[in-house]
């Protein structure tokens, strides 16, 4: 494996990036089709469904060329953009040597030894840890870290994290994600447009109180033609945002695990990469993100139905591989300080409330008449280790039950 990962990977990321902007058009033109049935219902209530159909097909064909233009606008919006629409979602900050020396030289160091080129440097201001690489081209590429992962990790779980990101970049894992996002925002965008104008608009197929009753025979047949194609309508754009969720969701996963050992080639310490994701398991929430930035994350906790869409593979799977592969060593899960303060308060609680089941754990007696009150034996108090509080040391000799 080579500094950033498989480069069949890299080549097959870039097969992909193609791939996803050839059906970004195809999706546009399912959109624009089931949109023109719409139209057609909402100008004539009192046809079949063949015609709407054929209709609407002929309607595609006129606006073929604007829903081309369309599509390739909202492309080179995004091309140019989306830096700054991540930017302005997260609220990340670029940032200097002079502002953040530290995480700086631990950048400047990595791509200085690789030969890479620096990305730019940004920081969110919030206690969550997590990190994510943007960008779609040279001059674009940035790296945000959040400022809790700055102050959890040490210099080398830092660096691990780095390493991480800059392999997203070379492997082209990021330009496949950004414009995996650009495909599910048009058509989503699309379909919640048609919705509303559906759901908010009191259509009645058909014809309405005003007609004559001698055209109720056609009015019937005709409504339930208007019916039909707007369910097939309706059916079309669920399909299309169906797809581009997949198109979202089903990205192989297999990234994150090259990342990983991108990272480990970068930094020659797999025992970093392990202590990294450990301190950053379930702790990587990003308040008001959206689930498009969440899913470029080094960690995304947000899982779908039975871990069917998840963009993530486990952490537990992400360390397995490590000690399997890379020779690392896990510690297991980090014991987190507000979880230790949770099992002493609940253990206190239990103490007080029922001290005829805590006799049994050494408790004294009851002081004897005429015999001085005994001083309380010393409790036991947590450990501390290097990975959180550990459990309340039993005391030499003493046995329970």
Not at 15 to 28: A, D, K
Not at 45 to 64: E, G, I
Not at 154 to 159: H, Q
Request: aromatic residues 8%; charged residues 20%; proline residues 6%.
């Amino acid at each position: 494996m080579g500094a950033y990962g498989l480069y069949t990977h890299i080549a097959s990321n870039k097969t992909r990036s193609i791939l996803l902007l050839v059906g970004l058009f195809l999706l546009i033109y399912v959109i624009v089709f089931a949109g023109a049935i719409f139209l057609e219902v909402f100008l004539h209530s009192d046809r079949s469904v063949d015609y709407y159909l054929r209709v609407a097909f002929a309607d595609v064909k006129m606006a073929f060329p604007y829903a081309t233009v369309a599509a390739a606008a909202w492309i080179i919006i995004a091309y140019f953009f989306n830096v700054s629409i991540i930017d302005a979602v997260t609220g990340a900050t670029d940032v200097t040597r002079k502002e953040q020396p530290r995480l700086y030289n631990l950048l400047e160091n990595l791509c200085i030894s690789r030969g890479i080129p620096m990305p730019k440097l940004k920081v969110m201001d919030t206690e969550a840890l997590n990190a994510f690489a943007s960008g779609l081209n040279q001059r674009q590429y940035a790296v945000t870290v959040t400022s809790g992962l700055l102050k959890e990790l040490n210099d080398e779980e830092m660096e691990a994290v780095l390493g991480h990101e800059l392999t997203h970049i070379r492997n082209g894992d990021v330009q496949l994600m950004v414009i995996a996002v650009i495909i599910a925002g048009v058509v989503g965008f699309a379909a919640e447009i048609f919705f509303r104008i559906f759901f908010n608009s009191n259509w009645s197929f058909g014809g309405g109180s005003s007609r004559s009753s001698s055209s109720s025979d056609s009015d019937r047949k005709g409504g339930g033609g208007a019916i039909m194609a707007i369910l097939i309508a309706v059916a079309l754009i669920v399909v299309a945002w169906f797809l581009s969720l997949v198109v979202r969701f089903a990205l192989s996963r297999s990234r994150e695990f090259l990342a990983d050992a991108g990272a480990v080639e970068l930094t020659k310490n797999p025992d970093a990469m392990i202590s990294a994701l450990r301190k950053i398991e379930n702790r990587g929430e990003l308040e008001g993100a959206t689930s498009a930035v969440m899913e470029m994350c080094i960690d995304n906790p947000r899982e779908g139905f039975t871990d069917l869409f998840a963009t993530h593979p486990s952490v537990d799977a992400r360390i397995r591989a490590l000690v399997k592969f890379a020779g690392g060593h896990d510690q297991g899960r980090i014991a987190r300080p507000e979880d230790t303060e949770t099992d002493l308060s609940d253990e206190t609680e239990t103490d007080e409330t029922a001290p005829d089941a805590a006799a049994p754990q050494g408790e004294l007696p009851p002081p004897q008449p005429g015999l001085p009150p005994q001083a309380p034996a010393p409790q036991p108090q947590p450990r501390r280790s290097p990975w959180g509080a550990l459990k309340p040391a039993i005391p030499f000799g003493r046995r329970d039950g």
